[in-house]
């Protein structure tokens, strides 16, 4: 991320999250949720693999390039994240969240 002259991130950590969180509405209709993870079932090595739910929590269809991009876009934003593990990204709040914690209601 580029800088400004006194070292300033160009675009600070809080609104870069929910920068992508609009995006990503915009790109996938009815998302409320997007998980991402290197855990592709369909693959047997290490692949980046997303899951698109709507506030019911129904798996959207979500063509293979969408759920890609989806899943690229989130990790660029949190690189320092440990990918092996699932995460899931909440597009209402744009805050991201380790998938067994969200799952065991450990994620506030």
Request: contains cysteine.
């Amino acid at each position: 991320m580029l800088a400004m002259p006194s070292e300033i991130p160009a675009c600070p950590e809080g609104s870069r999250q929910r920068r992508l969180a609009v995006q990503l509405a915009d790109v996938i209709p009815g998302a409320a949720t997007i998980r991402v993870a290197l855990t592709d079932p369909r693959q047997t090595w290490p692949h980046l693999h997303a899951v698109v739910k709507d506030e019911d929590g129904t798996t959207l269809e979500v063509g293979r390039t969408a759920a890609r991009i989806a899943g690229r876009w989130i990790t660029r934003v949190w690189p320092e994240v440990d990918w092996t593990r699932p995460h899931t990204f909440r597009l209402s709040d744009a805050t991201l969240i380790r998938s067994d914690l969200l799952a065991a209601g450990r994620d506030h």
